[in-house]
């Protein structure tokens, strides 16, 4: 028998938060490299996005351990066999890209154009990494559910990148850039067509378990929820129209999608199977 960790709306704000940054940051770096100038006027507000994203979630992550100092303990020395190990010290490079990110497009000082868009483009890796680390650290632990969920760190990356997507697509809004609009409409649409995959293997794997946790009908409404409100149908909304309030609609859909799941996960492990 296992004993479910204590963890409930700290882990779930943590998976949410550091999605929301990690995907916001891809999807601006990118955005920022294809469209160039025509980017610009949303780069500095996804940044900025990023990097408060992922100081509110080391915070998560400190309250998540319990002890402040065990956060500092694991950067005294590097693990690479240990996905906490990695885990952290991703965060960490990742936490300072996305403060030199944010600060130089603030300033706005040519100089720094061309250095911007370098740091910006290396802190792609280590945000890809911070979107996906937390469910291959999910899915070696012993607690049920977790444990049988190896396409959890597949379907957390490409979440993030729905999540950065929605995010950036309600700021290109409400900025008025057209081309960004247009950009991350297909952005949107085309990421959560392979996050019905994702998820659909990941259910494969964990089905049965969640089944006999929440009891099958809840299951049924919970995952048919998330896919079909969450998912096919911000997709569909996405690709058929570009109306502004639809989309907005639709980004809203997409992030409750995947705070819905999160909530899930997390609380899996504590349902006592009837």
Request: glycine share 10%; with cysteine; hydrophobic share 55%.
């Amino acid at each position: 028998m296992t004993k479910a960790p204590p963890w409930h709306g700290w882990v779930t704000a943590d998976l949410l938060l550091s999605e929301l940054s990690s995907g916001t940051f891809v999807v601006t770096s990118v955005g920022q490299l294809i469209l160039g100038a025509k980017f610009g006027r949303m780069a500095t507000t996804g940044y900025v996005i990023a990097f408060v994203s992922i100081l509110a979630d080391l915070v998560c992550l400190v309250m998540d351990l319990g002890d402040p100092a065990r956060f500092h303990h694991m950067l005294r020395r590097f693990k690479p066999r240990s996905p906490m190990s990695l885990g952290v010290w991703a965060i960490s490079l990742y936490a300072m890209t996305a403060f030199a990110c944010a600060a130089m497009a603030i300033a706005g000082v040519g100089i720094l154009a061309k250095p911007q868009l370098i740091v910006a483009a290396t802190g792609i890796a280590p945000a890809l990494f911070v979107g996906l680390y937390k469910g291959v650290l999910f899915s070696v632990t012993a607690q049920p559910v977790w444990r049988e969920a190896r396409w959890l760190g597949a379907e957390l990356s490409v979440s993030a990148g729905i999540i950065g997507a929605a995010t950036m697509l309600s700021v290109a809004i409400f900025t008025g850039t057209r081309e960004s609009i247009a950009a991350l409409r297909i952005a949107l649409a085309a990421l959560n067509v392979i996050e019905v995959g994702a998820l659909g293997l990941f259910l494969r794997d964990t089905g049965p378990e969640i089944a006999r946790r929440l009891g099958k009908r809840h299951a049924v409404l919970a995952y048919g929820a998330i896919g079909l409100g969450g998912l096919i149908a911000p997709s569909v909304i996405a690709a058929a129209t570009g109306d502004s309030i639809a989309l907005l609609c639709t980004s809203m859909l997409a992030i409750g999608g995947a705070l819905a799941s999160r909530h899930y996960l997390v609380i899996l492990p504590h349902q006592d199977m009837p």
